[in-house]
Each structure stands twice: as C-alpha cells, then as structure tokens.
Nanobody, 120 residues
C-alpha cells in the first residue's frame, strides 16, 4: 500500500483545513487508516483513525473538532479539522495497517507528511 497525504497549509486560529490521504492497492479498503502528527522535537502522536467499516477513534485533544471519513471506492481517507488551535501545528502523517493497536505509531505503511501551521 502506498499512501500520499495532502491538504496542509497555513491557517489562522479558529480556521479549518481538510487533509486527504490517497491510497493505492485493493487492500487499502480493508485497512485501518490513521492520522498522526509530529511537532518539531516531539514524539509522533495519534490524532484519529478509521477502520475498514467506518468506525472512528479520536485523540481527546481533537474530539469534537476533527472528523475522519473514508471513501473506499476512491481509496481515500480524509481528516476535516475545524476550530484549529496553534497547538495543532505539526506535520501530519497518514498511515495504514491491517491489524494492531490503532493509537500507536506502529502502522506498517506511511505516507509523507503534510505540514499544518496554525497562527495565533
């Protein structure tokens, strides 16, 4: 599975951005897709994940502000980010796995990061 993340950019506090993760291969449809983020000098943190059948899990820090969806026909997964805060600034990575803990960064497949910067 190959993944490509896009959609990052610069936004003001309170603004919105939508990230997209495009996957290749038929197996993408059966994989859990996750979003992680990493700020400079910090660990890579879990943000959200969606299972093959649409079940979602969110980090407490983004609950109520971020929404993750997927379109298996298009092999894409999206992360709608609303009410963005400066602490959301990071490089965001999408990842995919067939099995395993969904909130830990041990996914088997990773896309390149996309930078999100939230100005105060």
């Amino acid at each position: 599975v190959q993944l490509q993340a896009s959609g990052g950019g610069l936004v003001q506090t309170g603004g919105s951005l939508s990230l997209s993760c495009a996957g290749s291969g038929h197996s993408f449809r059966s994989y859990t897709v996750g979003w992680f983020r990493q700020a400079p000098g910090k660990a890579r943190d879990f943000v959200a994940a969606i299972s093959w059948n649409g079940r979602t899990v969110y980090a407490d820090s983004v609950k109520g502000r971020f929404t993750m969806t997927r379109d298996n026909a298009k092999r894409t997964a999206s992360l709608q980010m609303n009410d963005l805060k400066p602490e959301d600034s990071a490089t965001y990575y999408c990842a995919a796995q067939s099995t395993g803990q969904i909130t830990t960064p041990n996914y088997g497949y990773w896309g390149q990061g996309t930078l999100v910067t939230v100005s105060s």
